[in-house]
């Protein structure tokens, strides 16, 4: 028998959480889709905002910029150059308070020398550097200074490697810093001639893994700290004035100058320089806090502070290629903590479960919503311009004859020769024991049907219909706002038709220079033309095609416009665009109309806006046809067609 162990639980995701949920998410696309945007441009903002409880993209960046504004409050930069000038005034202090007591000429020699000294903190140390300290406080206090220096450069450069400074005066310990910094040389020119030095860095941490308290496990981990280090001191010295960066730059020369080490770490830099280009290495940061930060705490800083400017870049997604696979994992753990890691996951998580999950497509740049999640977006839109009518159930007919590939009657009747409804067993079998027990026969053995027991069920006859809607995609259904209430129109009808009456055919076709048929996928995306043209001739002649393919079907013919036609194909099949129409324009989109009045299709036009040219010419093509005009405002729009569409397909009118 399997034994479990149960524990408190420490951080990271909620075991006990519910799945992702897809279906929420595909209907966040569609609200956004619905309005207007684009399948990526409501994928980014469903990301942005986040989803089943987790933090978008948006949440997770403002968070980064409160912990970026927390760092610029949180001290200044000056801090070890405070600090060192604390130090030297208190050993010239100390140095006073012990000359004073004393009568001799060579106690007023020294006074006289300790006024000489230079204001600048620089010159001041380099000047007092031979100086005979009488008070041995201020002597301690004096040498505090170089120590001090090295602590902090090298704490700058290599975290927490104050270990290694301990007794740097004594050779043994300086030789040791002063080989880890050649070796650590070799490795990094050996990596920038191309060869591999997996091995070279399990030797070298082997070595001298003391100074890497750390413990990077490879030689890119190794090689990313020490540079974003190495960059952050660098724009740390950028962001002082040009006085304190020559005093603090002199310092440190001869803070190191003892040592020997400043040519090994001036080579350091060169390295990390040119094998991590890409990081921010020169520009100055406003850090403005009340205390001074010594130069561990002020690089450690502006390190964070330009993992958050990247950081921010890449969770703002605002750049050409943007994806989600750009957001530096470890810098989130860094500046935001575990949780975040977690939602960010769970946004990545989103695309591959919408795809995994049936309702998102890819390929490429490419991203596709599936039939699953198309039909999903239209059973919303038609919810919303549909809403105000009670829901059909499926199947939901007006004809009341029996026949086949309908729904059932409640009615059945003898089997005839050829007959293809259903066949009701219960009645069948009933029928069988009738006549065995009439013969005189008895249950208790097998019952032998003949064709005369069979019985069918009786089914309504389905009206079949052959819809096509047309959709104006002039540039102008955007200019008069027209253009997204035509978009969930269409989303609300070809929803309608494909899941209410699954026997009608349905094609959208829309139409501006040139007029195309839309793929079911194609819809949620949509977009209005950017050229000029209403080539609504094109446009008959593609449904004109549609409805030859279901001659037997009842013609459904829909058509949504701002404009009359202002486009036609020549004979050629070139695209032609005039303004006023051209009269060739106007002459062969009425021939097109003329050709579906002799096959028995009325049209139904939908006027936006108020064009009197417009609405003449609907009228006139109305009486032409023998179909209507409805002047339909953009919210009224989809219930007007999906109306119109169910009163056409119940008026069982059939092509001539």
């Known amino acids: 028998m399997s034994r479990y162990r149960y524990g408190a639980w420490n951080d990271g995701p909620d075991p006990l959480a519910a799945p992702f949920d897809g279906a929420a998410a595909v209907d966040g696309l569609a609200e956004r889709i619905i309005e207007g945007q684009s399948v990526r441009e409501a994928l980014r903002d469903l990301l942005r905002e986040g989803v089943d409880g987790r933090r978008g993209l948006d949440e997770l960046r403002r ?10 409050k949180s001290g200044r930069l000056d801090g070890t150059l405070s600090d060192i000038r604390d130090l030297l005034d208190k050993a010239l ?25 230079a204001d600048d903190t620089a010159r001041a140390v380099r000047e007092l550097r031979e100086y005979d300290w009488r008070s041995p406080e201020a002597r301690e206090a004096f040498e505090q200074i170089n120590e001090r220096l090295r602590r902090d450069v090298l704490d700058s450069q290599f975290r ?113 320089r040119a094998l991590r280009p890409d990081l921010a290495w020169n520009g100055a940061v406003r850090m403005d806090g009340e205390q001074g930060l010594p130069m561990p705490d002020a690089t450690s800083a502006i390190a964070e502070l330009a993992d958050l400017e990247a950081l921010e870049q890449q969770l703002g997604q605002g750049y050409a290629g943007a994806s989600l696979d750009d957001v530096d994992e470890e810098a989130v753990r860094r500046a935001l903590g575990r949780r975040a890691v977690d939602d960010l996951e769970q946004l990545r998580a989103i695309e591959r479960e919408l795809e995994r999950q049936g309702f998102l497509t890819q390929g490429g740049e490419r991203v596709e919503l599936s039939a699953k999640a198309v039909r999903r977006i239209g059973r919303m839109a038609l919810k919303q311009v549909f809403g105000n009518l009670q829901p059909l159930g499926r ?34 079998l009933g029928n069988a024991v009738t006549r065995h027990l009439s013969a005189g026969g008895s249950l208790d053995g097998r019952i032998a049907l003949t064709p005369d027991d069979f019985e069918i069920s009786e089914t309504e006859t ?52 040139l007029a195309r048929v839309i793929a079911p996928h194609e819809l949620p995306d949509l977009e209005a033309s950017t050229i000029q043209g209403t080539n609504l001739q094109h446009a008959l002649m593609l449904a004109s095609r549609f409805l030859d393919r279901h001659h037997d079907a009842e013609p459904v013919l ?15 099949g070139q695209w032609w665009f005039d303004w006023p129409p051209a009269p060739e324009t106007l002459t062969l989109t009425i021939a097109e109309i003329d050709r579906l009045t002799q096959h028995g299709v009325p049209i139904s036009w939908f006027q936006l806006g108020d064009d009197p040219r417009l609405e003449e010419f609907l009228d006139q093509m109305a009486k032409r046809n ?31």
Not at 215 to 222: A, G, I
Not at 395 to 417: C, E, I, K
Not at 558 to 572: I, M, N
């Open 160 to 272: 927490d490697i104050s270990k290694a400074l301990e007794g740097a005066d004594d050779p043994a310990a300086a030789a040791a810093l002063k080989n880890m910094l050649a070796d650590l040389n070799q490795l990094m020119a050996k990596h920038r001639r191309g060869d591999d030095v997996t091995d070279d860095f399990s030797d070298f941490m082997s070595k001298h893994g003391e100074f890497f308290p750390d413990n990077p496990e490879s030689f890119e981990e190794l090689l990313d700290e020490l540079a974003r280090r190495a960059a952050a001191t660098q724009r740390m010295l950028d962001s002082l004035t040009p006085e304190q960066r020559q005093q603090l730059g002199e310092l440190m020369d001869q803070a190191f100058s003892d040592l020997d080490l400043a040519a090994q770490m001036a080579e350091l830099g060169d390295n990390l």
């Open 395 to 428: 199947g939901n007919h007006d004809v009341a004859s029996t026949g086949v590939q309908g729904d059932l009657t409640g009615t059945t009747r003898q089997w005839q020769f050829g007959d293809e409804e259903p066949i009701d067993v219960v009645r069948t």
């Open 558 to 572: 829909l058509v949504v416009t701002d404009g009359e036609p202002t486009a036609h194909l020549d004979r050629e």
């Open 63 to 72: 968070q980064a910029r409160k912990r970026r504004r927390q760092l610029e």
């Open 626 to 656: 023998g179909g209507r005009v409805l002047a339909a405002t953009g919210d009224r729009l989809g219930n007007y067609v999906v109306s119109d569409y169910l009163r056409q397909r119940s008026g069982r009118r059939r092509r001539a």
């Open 462 to 513: 389905r009206t079949r219909a052959a819809v096509v809607l047309l959709v104006d995609q002039s540039f102008s259904m955007v200019v008069n706002d027209t253009w997204r209430d035509a978009k969930i129109t269409a989303l609300a009808l070809h929803s309608l038709v494909t899941t209410t009456f699954p026997l009608d055919a349905i094609e959208v076709i829309a139409f501006a220079n």
């Open 93 to 117: 202090e100390l140095e006073r308070s012990a000359l004073f007591p004393d009568p001799s000429d060579d106690a007023r020699f020294r006074e006289s020398m300790l006024d000489m000294v």
